[in-house]
């Protein structure tokens, strides 16, 4: 009897399941269809279970096709739901990221993309086009004067060959951007000047590696200026975390690049015709759209972001949607912008930027060649590292200023030719505070609500 019943219940549950017809859409449970795709295919799925809870998908046996990966596209797709490969016959499920696309859509993006423009005059063109939608994106011709208060320094330290200076900037009324300003001593000469943004790399401008960078542009003879991400470091101050992942946080570090180089090219020795920035990660974005926007920036090396496939996870980089410009672009054709000038592209084996030796180099490349400056465009791959601004990604970042710039390399070099960090200081976080430890000379003026900021924007 027992026995009976069991396949009585089989049976019926078969009965059920293919009970559906057009007139209920064929609807079943996103859970069962994962289970027949992977006894129809002999694949493994993993995926949180809040995921697909009592999710119903429509159709759904219509959906499948003699590929797996085509059927997953088909039902995933309808329901915000992506997956990656993670092995033979594995994948994962995630929600939807906007910012992502899989590396093979990455490629067919820039080829889509190379066939658009075979010539200087065509690029110009298409340039223009994405510059002007990028700067309306991100409502940057309709953002408040540029406040005239000056910036508040503090607390100048001198070390060996360099200072250190702790700078905010009113960016926006109310709305104060921190830094550090590391300059050369007894330099009288003209200087190249360096914007230095933040990446996400936990500590922010008072990392050990951030320190170190740009004390050593200092000593080799250029003005450098590390600064904090919105909602970040000082900004927290005024700003909750949250407030970082806004979309106007895309705009609002856009801005304060832009008005940061405002002051430093008022600085005696400034040399205008010498002006960089360099970025990691969120600041390897920032490098990118800066150069892509701003004619100012002679140089740029953006670190471990130059993907054709990921736009940058955090809106603070991707949340104004300036990838949709030009009916849909991408950090490499974003990082082209900058040609003819000279750029070097570091990237690793371990994130989205390791496909960049096949894929987006040669894209580059071919954009440089339309100027006849292939020569000033660079890659320096690091196969077996990963997503940092490390010593191997530092060490090219020198050599590159120093060729391009002109620079000083014996400053930074032991006795052996090799650049060496040793005589850089790495200072205690709070030395490098500019509104002390607690806060505590913030200016009475600071906005302290994302609100307010939204009503200036908007």
């Known amino acids: 009897m027992k026995r009976i019943y069991i396949l009585g219940l089989a049976v019926l549950s078969v009965t059920k399941t293919y009970?559906?017809?057009?007139?209920?859409?064929?609807?079943?449970?996103?859970?069962?269809?994962?289970?027949e795709i992977e006894t129809q295919y002999s694949v493994k799925i993993r995926y949180p279970e809040e995921l697909v809870k009592d999710r119903q998908i429509t159709y759904a046996e219509w959906r499948f096709r003699p590929d797996v990966e085509q059927t997953m596209s088909n039902i995933f797709a309808s329901q915000d739901i992506t997956f990656t490969k993670e092995g033979d016959h594995k994948y994962k499920l995630q929600a939807f990221q906007y910012h992502l696309k899989t590396p093979k859509e990455g490629k067919q993006q820039l080829d889509y993309l190379a066939s658009l423009y075979d010539n200087q005059s065509n690029w110009e063109q298409r340039k223009a086009e994405l510059k002007s939608c990028m700067r309306s994106a991100l409502k940057l011709d309709k953002l408040p004067a540029a406040p005239k208060s000056q910036p508040i320094i503090t607390n100048k330290r001198t070390f060996d060959g360099y200072t250190v200076e702790n700078v905010a900037i009113e960016t926006l009324p109310g709305v104060y951007v921190?830094?550090?300003?590391?300059?050369?001593?007894?330099?009288?000469?003209?200087?190249?000047?360096?914007?230095?943004?933040?990446?996400?790399?936990?500590d922010g401008r008072y990392r050990k590696d951030s320190q170190l960078r740009c004390a050593m542009q200092a000593r080799m003879g250029a003005m450098a200026f590390s600064y904090d991400l919105f909602a970040w470091g000082e900004s927290l101050l005024q700003f909750q975390s949250v407030d970082h992942r806004r979309s106007l946080a895309n705009t609002i570090?856009?801005?304060?690049?832009?008005?940061?180089?405002?002051?430093?090219?008022?600085?005696?020795?400034?040399?205008?015709?010498?002006?960089?920035?360099?970025?990691?990660?969120?600041?390897?974005?920032?490098?990118?759209?800066?150069?892509?926007?701003?004619?100012?920036?002679?140089?740029?090396?953006?670190?471990?972001?130059?993907?054709?496939?990921?736009?940058?996870?955090?809106?603070?980089?991707?949340?104004?949607?300036?990838?949709?410009?030009?009916?849909?672009?991408?950090?490499?054709?974003?990082?082209?912008?900058?040609?003819?000038?000279?750029?070097?592209?570091?990237?690793?084996?371990?994130?989205?930027?390791?496909?960049?030796?096949?894929?987006?180099?040669?894209?580059?490349?071919?954009?440089?060649?339309?100027?006849?400056?292939?020569?000033?465009?660079?890659?320096?791959?690091?196969?077996?590292?990963?997503?940092?601004?490390?010593?191997?990604?530092?060490?090219?970042?020198?050599?590159?200023?120093?060729?391009?710039?002109?620079?000083?390399?014996?400053?930074?070099?032991?006795?052996?030719g090799q650049f060496d960090e040793s005589k850089c200081t790495v200072e205690k976080y709070p030395a490098m505070y500019v509104f002390g430890e607690k806060g505590e000379t913030l200016p009475k003026n600071a906005i302290r609500s994302f609100d307010e900021v939204e009503k200036m924007i908007h």
Not at 19 to 35: E, G
């Open 19 to 35: 009970a559906q017809t057009s007139d209920d859409a064929f609807k079943k449970p996103l859970k069962d269809i994962i289970q």
């Open 178 to 202: 921190c830094g550090s300003l590391y300059k050369p001593t007894n330099n009288k000469a003209l200087m190249p000047v360096i914007l230095n943004p933040d990446g996400h790399f936990g």
């Open 253 to 416: 570090q856009i801005v304060n690049g832009m008005r940061i180089l405002d002051w430093l090219l008022t600085q005696k020795n400034a040399d205008p015709n010498r002006v960089a920035v360099t970025g990691g990660s969120g600041g390897g974005s920032q490098t990118m759209l800066l150069t892509a926007i701003d004619d100012r920036i002679d140089l740029s090396v953006p670190v471990v972001m130059t993907s054709s496939y990921h736009s940058g996870g955090c809106p603070c980089e991707s949340g104004m949607g300036v990838h949709l410009c030009g009916h849909g672009t991408n950090n490499v054709e974003i990082a082209a912008m900058a040609a003819p000038r000279p750029q070097l592209v570091i990237s690793d084996g371990k994130d989205w930027t390791q496909y960049v030796p096949e894929n987006e180099f040669p894209f580059l490349q071919r954009t440089y060649g339309f100027y006849g400056s292939s020569a000033v465009i660079k890659n320096v791959h690091l196969s077996q590292e990963g997503h940092d601004y490390g010593i191997n990604k530092r060490l090219a970042l020198y050599q590159f200023l120093i060729d391009q710039f002109k620079l000083d390399a014996k400053k930074v070099q032991n006795a052996s």
